[in-house]
């Protein structure tokens, strides 16, 4: 069974642009779940999806935000960029079974921003 | 205050010694899951063991088992007989369903790094 892909691995943006990251979750996983991993902040829940709905959310503004298709891959999008932004994006699929938590996680997207 | 208390910013190990990673917690949830996960240096995350607020006994998974103690707070990871293959960041994390929003929070981590 192939794992959580995740794309682009890295990608380079300036301040003010928006960019989206994409997740594919593991084949008959519903839920994908949304972090980001920073040196100062460590790692944040951002949102997870589940059937195209959010269900869960952390504390992020409203620049971040996210979708799900009826494949059940997800996009993150964050508009306005911040040099803040930079970080270690990973996402997380799970199945019906497991609760937030048990999850497996894709490799990341590195978004940095200049 | 912290959610998520992981006191070992770093931890150096001789091989074949068994480890533990401090962790301790805040909820006021009283239905809560405990999770460790392993970050080696290629980034990405790796779930190794899950501990529910209910369980009674400690759960196990190979050579990692997780120390509950519930009244303490505090669900500590414990490896045995480890191996160069462990070195890693170690990462605690809680799940709370607060007001119907489910929520994972992190610990700051832990680096381990086994000796030879």
């Known amino acids: 069974k192939a794992g959580v892909t995740q794309t682009p691995r890295y990608l380079i943006k300036t301040r003010g642009q928006q960019v989206t990251l994409s997740c594919s979750p593991i084949?008959?996983?519903?839920?994908v779940s949304w972090y980001q991993q920073t040196p100062g902040q460590g790692l944040q829940f951002l949102f997870e999806y589940f059937s195209e709905t959010q269900r869960n959310k952390g504390n992020f503004p409203g620049r971040f935000s996210g979708r799900q298709f009826s494949n059940s891959r997800s996009e993150m999008n964050v508009s306005t960029l911040e040099l803040g932004d930079s970080a270690l994006y990973l996402c997380?699929?799970?199945?019906?079974?497991?609760?937030?938590?048990?999850?497996?996680f894709g490799p990341g997207t590195r978004l940095t921003v200049t | 205050a912290q959610k998520i208390t992981q006191t070992q910013p770093g931890m150096f190990v001789q091989e074949k010694e068994a480890v533990t990673l401090d962790c301790t917690y805040d909820?006021?949830?009283?239905?809560?899951?405990l999770f460790w996960y392993k970050q080696p240096s290629s980034g990405e995350m790796i779930f190794l063991i899950y501990?529910?607020?209910?369980?009674?006994q400690n759960a196990t998974e190979g050579r990692y088992s997780l120390n509950f103690q519930k009244a303490r707070k505090s669900a500590n990871l414990v490896i045995s007989a480890s191996q160069l293959g462990d070195s890693a960041m170690y990462f605690c994390?809680?799940?709370?369903?607060?007001?119907?929003?489910?929520?994972?929070?992190f610990g700051t981590g832990t680096r381990l790094t086994i000796i030879p």
């Open positions: 997380a699929s799970r199945g019906l079974a497991g609760g937030l938590g048990e999850q497996y």
């Open positions: 994390a809680m799940r709370e369903a607060l007001e119907g929003n489910e929520k994972l929070t």
């Open positions: 909820t006021s949830d009283p239905s809560y899951g």
């Open positions: 084949s008959g996983h519903r839920s």
């Open positions: 501990q529910g607020s209910y369980d009674q």
